[in-house]
Every structure is written in C-alpha cells, then in structure tokens.
C-alpha cells in the first residue's frame, strides 16, 4: 500500500479534520504540545507526531478541545 498522507498540514486543516477549534490548536503549539514548525508565516504541523500526541494526552485524560 502507498502512504500519500502528507507529513505537514497548515493549522486549519488539522484543527478541522480533527474536529478543534482552530484557536485551540494555536495555543497548543504555542505551548509547545503541538509538533509544528514555521514556514514562513504559516505554522505546519506534524501529522503524525501531533497525533500521537493527542492520542497520548487523550489516554492520560488530559482535555483535547477546550471551551468552544
């Protein structure tokens, strides 16, 4: 099988295919829970990192999307 999934993902993206608010993600990176890196004045995030750092805190019980 190909993997065609594409390593990095603006913001926007990962906030919606994930189902969190855009504002959410933000602060997480910022914070540095996040993996992201700056291209420019976009902020990527690391697809597969940032999932298995969600998936982490999710198994820990720490909250994913915050107030909406």
Same mark, same amino acid.
């Given at each position: 099988?190909?993997?065609?999934?594409?390593? %990095? #993902?603006?913001i926007e993206? %990962?906030? @919606?295919?994930?189902?969190?608010?855009?504002?959410? #993600?933000? =602060?997480e990176? /910022?914070?540095?829970r996040?993996?992201? #890196? +700056? /291209?420019?004045r976009?902020?990527l #995030?690391h697809?597969e =990192?940032?999932r298995e750092?969600?998936a982490?805190r999710a198994? @820990?019980?720490?909250?994913e999307?915050g /107030? +909406?």
């Open positions: 099988m190909k993997h065609t999934e594409k390593p %990095f #993902v603006g993206h %990962f906030a @919606r295919a994930h189902g969190l608010p855009e504002a959410w #993600v933000r =602060r990176i /910022a914070a540095g996040i993996p992201a #890196v +700056r /291209a420019g976009r902020w #995030v697809l =990192r940032a750092s969600l982490e198994a @820990r019980g720490e909250a999307g /107030a +909406r």
